[in-house]
C-alpha cells in the first residue's frame, strides 16, 4: 500500500509555452500584445507570460496563410494569402468574412471605429466598411507596396505611404488626396501623430526624421540620425529619463543600430540613448536589429520586437529590463530546472544563447557566450544555482544564478576536438564535472572552490571512451561510477579515474540516453531501436527490456523513488512506465513532433518537456487529485444507488426511471419499465414524457439493447413505439437518429415475424377446437 501511495498515475497539461511570434506585425493593447504566426494571431499576457487566446487556424499544411492583421479593443481583422479578409471576435470567434479586391498581397491593414484601410502591394489604399464588407474608397497616388497606412486620431483623414518616400493624406469623406509630403528620400518605414493633432513625425530608411504640420507639405524640421530607423512612436511631452527633465515635442526610434534614442524633435535634440539595449549585445555578435518599437501610455513601457522575434518590454523613466519575452525558440534540445525551488527553467534550442526562464513569470534572459548551438543543460544536485552547458563549439561552461536577472559565465572548459553532446555534474558536491563529445573523448574536468570569472577548468582525465560519438554521460549517486552511452550501440561504465569496469551490450541502435537508479544497483539505457533497458551493474546483465515507443527513446527518466520510468520520444509521446510490471500506466500525446527534452522537478511534483515542434510544456502531477475524484464518485454511486433501491422500494417509479437513466443501468431501468407496464393504463407514456431529452436519449439506448433479447422484446416495443411517436412530432431529436432506428430495423422484423406465426397457430388452435365442438355433442348425444 505504501509503495502505491509512492507511484505516480496520472500527470496534467499546467501550461503550454510555445511559438507565439514568428515575424510580422505587433500591436500593444493594453496589457496584450497581438502577434503575428503563420496563419493566426496570438494574444500574449505580458503579466503572466502566457498566450490567452489563438486567433485563425493551427498551423498545418491546409492552414490559410497570413499576411498581416490589425487589432482594436473589440474587433480582429487578418488577412490572408487566400485573398480573404477574415473579422474575429477576442474569444476567436470568425464575425465575416470577404474577398479583399486587392491585385496582390496586403501590406498594411489598420482600424479605426467601424473603417478598416488596406493597403496592398498593387499601391491602392481600401477603405472598408465593416458593417457590409463593402469597399467604400479606393485611393490611388501612392507607388509600389504600400509600407504605411495610418488614420489620424482626431481628423477624418488618412496617410499612406508606398516606395518612393512621399506621404499621401486623403479625406475619408470624399475620397480626394489633400496632400502630399515629400521630403524623404528612401521607404518611409513608420509615422506617428503628436498629442497636439497637428504635428506629424516620419522615419525611414533614408536615416532622417522629419517633422510635418499637418496642415503643411513642408517639412517643419529635418534630423539626421545616421542609421536607417524601422519604426518611431510618439512620447509624452514632459518625460523624465535616467533622472533628467525634458519638456518638448518628444519622440522614440529603433532601428538598425538597435538601441531606443529618444529625441526632442523641437530642439533638433537627441534627449537620450539606450545604453543596455539587449538587442544590441546580439547585434555585436551577429544579431538583427529592432523591427517594431510599441509605446504603452498606461504602463510607460516600451516593448522592442527584434528581427529574432524577442520581444523585450523596458521602463521610459529608468530604461531598465523589465521582461523579455522569446517569441520562436526553434527545437528544444534540452532542458534544465535551476534555482533553489526550481525557481528557473534553462533551455537550449537551436541557437548559441541558452534561454534562461522565470518559471513563475516566463520572463527570459539569454545567456552569451557559446558560439555555436547548445546542446545540453544541466544543473547540480548539490548547487542549483550552479547550470553546466555544452554546445557545438567543442566547450564547455559553467554559469552562476544572479541574485537579479539571468546569469553569468563563470568558468569555461575548452579540450574537445569535436561538439560536446553531453555533460553532467558529481552529486554529492560541485566538485568535478564529466562531458562527453562526438570526438569519442570521455574527459573529466577538475571544478575549483571559487571561481576567477572566467576560469578555465582544467582536464584532470581524458579517455578515448566510443567507437562513435557520445550522445550521454551520468554519475551514479555516490559519485563512484561514470557511464556513457553512445551511437556505437553500447553503454560503457567507468571509475572515477576513467578506467572501464564494464560494457553492455544488448541495443541494436545507438543509445540517447543513460541514468542510474536512485535506490538500486541498475542503469537504465533508451535507445533508437525503440526500447528502454534495466542492467544490473554489478554483473552487466539486462534486466529488462521495456517496450512502448515505436520510435527512438530519446530521454528516459526515474521517478518515484526508483520505481517508475517516464521516457520521452521520437514519436511525439511521453510515456509512463511501472518497472515492477512493464506496463505503460499512461500516455500523452501533446507534441506535435519529437520530444527530446524532458526534466523532472526536484520534489517530482511534476515536469517539463520541449521537443522539434518548439512545444515547452509544463506537466503536474495530478495523481493525488484523481485518488480523490474517483473515491468521490465512488460514494456518489453508492449513495445514488441506495436511493435508487429507496425509489424501487416506495414505489416511486418516475423518480427511479430518471436516476436509472442516469446511471446508466440498462437491467434495472428495464425491471422498472416492466413496473410500470404492469399497473397498466397510460403509465408509461405519461412517464416517458415527462423525461428529459437527454434521458429520453438513454432510455431509447436501453430499449434498442433490451430489444435484441425475444424475452424482452414487448418492454422495448412499447418505448420504441412511445419514442417514434415523439420524434413525429419533433419535441425529440437524439442525435445519430437514422443509424438508431436502422439498428432496432432486423430484430423488430424478427418480432413481428414470430408474432405473426404465434397468431396464425393461435387462429389455427381455434380454428380445430371449433371444428371439433359439433363432433363432440354428436358423440355426447349418441
Known amino acids: 500500500m505504501s509503495n502505491r501511495a509512492k507511484l505516480k498515475e496520472a500527470f496534467d497539461v499546467q501550461t503550454k509555452h510555445g511559438a507565439f511570434y514568428t515575424g510580422g506585425n505587433v500591436e500593444w493593447i493594453e496589457n496584450n500584445l497581438y ?40 474587433k480582429i ?40 484601410a488596406s493597403g496592398g502591394s498593387d499601391g491602392i489604399v481600401r477603405i472598408w466598411n465593416l458593417a457590409y464588407q463593402s469597399c467604400t474608397l479606393s485611393l490611388k497616388g501612392c507607388f509600389g507596396v504600400i509600407n504605411v497606412v495610418e488614420f489620424h486620431p482626431n481628423d477624418n483623414v488618412i496617410f499612406g505611404s508606398g516606395d518612393d518616400g512621399k506621404i499621401n493624406m486623403w479625406d475619408l469623406d470624399k475620397g480626394d488626396l489633400i496632400r502630399t509630403y515629400s521630403g524623404h528620400y528612401s521607404k518611409v518605414t513608420s509615422i506617428t501623430f503628436h498629442h497636439d493633432g497637428e504635428h506629424i513625425v516620419s522615419v525611414g530608411r533614408d536615416r532622417v526624421i522629419v517633422l510635418w504640420k499637418k496642415d ?73 536589429a529592432i523591427k517594431h518599437l510599441l509605446f504603452n501610455t498606461e504602463t510607460n513601457t516600451f516593448a522592442v520586437v527584434s528581427a529574432e522575434q524577442n520581444i523585450i518590454l523596458y521602463d521610459l523613466d529608468t530604461f531598465n529590463c523589465k521582461k523579455q519575452f522569446v517569441g520562436f525558440s526553434d527545437e528544444i534540445l534540452d532542458l534544465a530546472f535551476m534555482g533553489k525551488g526550481d525557481t528557473h527553467v534553462a533551455v537550449a534550442t537551436n541557437s548559441a544563447d541558452i534561454k534562461l526562464y522565470e518559471s513563475s513569470t516566463m520572463n527570459c534572459t539569454l545567456l552569451k557566450g557559446h558560439t555555436d548551438l547548445v546542446l545540453s543543460v544541466i544543473s547540480s544536485a548539490a548547487q542549483p544555482n550552479f547550470l553546466l552547458s555544452s554546445a557545438k563549439d567543442n566547450t564547455i561552461r559553467i554559469w552562476s544564478l544572479l541574485d537579479k536577472h539571468g546569469a553569468a559565465c563563470v568558468a569555461v572548459g575548452m579540450a574537445h576536438t569535436g561538439s560536446v553532446d553531453s555533460v553532467t555534474f558529481n552529486n554529492l558536491n560541485v ?6 563529445s562526438q570526438d569519442t573523448c570521455l574527459k573529466i574536468w577538475e571544478i575549483p572552490d571559487k571561481f576567477e570569472a572566467p576560469s578555465n577548468l582544467i582536464c584532470k582525465y581524458t579517455e578515448i571512451a566510443h567507437e562513435k560519438g557520445i550522445n550521454s554521460v551520468v554519475v551514479s549517486p555516490n559519485d563512484k561510477i561514470i557511464a556513457t552511452g553512445s551511437q556505437d550501440k553500447t553503454a560503457k561504465l567507468w571509475n572515477e579515474s576513467l578506467q572501464l569496469l564494464g560494457v553492455l551490450r544488448g541495443h541494436k541502435r545507438g543509445i540517447w540516453c543513460v541514468r542510474f537508479s536512485p535506490v538500486d544497483q541498475v542503469l537504465l539505457t533508451s535507445s533508437t531501436d525503440s526500447t528502454i533497458k ?23 527518466e526515474f521517478i518515484s ?45 511534476g515536469f517539463i518537456s520541449g521537443g522539434a515542434d518548439s512545444l515547452l510544456i509544463k506537466w503536474k502531477d495530478v495523481t493525488q487529485e484523481k485518488r480523490l475524484e474517483k473515491q468521490k464518485e465512488s460514494e456518489e454511486l453508492v449513495l445514488q444507488e441506495q436511493q435508487l433501491s429507496n425509489y424501487i422500494q416506495n414505489n416511486e417509479l418516475l423518480k427511479a426511471l430518471k436516476l436509472a437513466l442516469n446511471l446508466n443501468r440498462p437491467f434495472q431501468t428495464l425491471k422498472i419499465v416492466q413496473g410500470i407496464i404492469k399497473k397498466g393504463g397510460c403509465g408509461l407514456i405519461d412517464t416517458v414524457h415527462q423525461l428529459r431529452n437527454d434521458q429520453k436519449e438513454g432510455l431509447l439506448k436501453c430499449a434498442m439493447e433490451w430489444n435484441t433479447n425475444s424475452r ?67 358423440v355426447s348425444n349418441k
Open 35 to 74: 502577434c503575428q504566426t503563420t496563419s493566426s494571431v496570438s494574444i500574449f499576457d505580458v503579466d503572466v507570460g502566457t498566450v490567452t487566446q489563438t486567433i485563425g487556424d493551427e498551423d498545418s499544411e491546409d492552414a490559410d496563410v497570413l499576411q498581416t492583421f490589425t487589432a482594436s479593443t473589440d
Open 77 to 116: 481583422v487578418t488577412s490572408h494569402k487566400s485573398g480573404l479578409l477574415k473579422q474575429w471576435k477576442h474569444d476567436g470567434t470568425l464575425e465575416k468574412m470577404w474577398k479583399s479586391i486587392h491585385k496582390g498581397p496586403i501590406a498594411r491593414l489598420r482600424l479605426k471605429d467601424s473603417q478598416l
Open 216 to 288: 503643411s507639405s513642408t517639412a517643419v524640421r529635418v534630423v539626421p540620425v545616421f542609421e536607417a530607423l524601422e519604426s518611431v512612436v510618439c512620447l509624452p511631452n514632459v518625460i523624465k529619463i535616467s533622472g533628467d527633465t525634458s519638456e518638448g515635442i518628444h519622440v522614440a526610434t529603433g532601428g538598425n543600430n538597435a538601441v531606443i534614442r529618444v529625441w526632442d524633435l523641437s530642439k533638433s535634440k537627441e534627449v537620450y540613448v539606450q545604453s543596455n539595449s539587449l538587442v544590441s549585445k546580439a547585434k555585436d555578435e551577429g544579431g538583427l
Open 431 to 436: 566538485s568535478f564535472a564529466v562531458s562527453g
Open 534 to 556: 534495466l542492467w544490473s551493474i554489478t554483473d552487466l546483465n539486462c534486466l529488462k527490456t521495456i517496450e512502448g515507443h515505436e520510435a527512438s527513446v530519446h530521454r528516459a
Open 561 to 605: 523513488n526508483g520505481l517508475q520510468i517516464l521516457s520521452a520520444g521520437a514519436d511525439g509521446l511521453i510515456k509512463l512506465f511501472n518497472i515492477k510490471t512493464s506496463e505503460c500506466v499512461c500516455t500523452y500525446d501533446q507534441h506535435d513532433s519529437r520530444v527530446w527534452a524532458l526534466c523532472v522537478n526536484s520534489d517530482e511534483s
Open 712 to 778: 424482452n422484446c414487448h418492454p422495448a416495443q412499447l418505448v420504441l413505439n412511445i419514442l417514434i411517436k415523439e420524434l413525429q412530432t419533433g419535441d425529440f431529436r437524439p442525435v445519430g437518429l437514422s443509424s438508431m432506428i436502422e439498428g432496432t430495423l432486423p430484430y423488430t422484423e424478427r418480432h413481428f415475424k414470430r408474432t405473426t406465426q404465434l397468431l396464425q397457430d393461435l387462429h389455427f388452435i381455434n380454428y380445430t377446437i371449433n371444428c371439433m365442438q359439433p363432433h363432440a355433442k354428436n
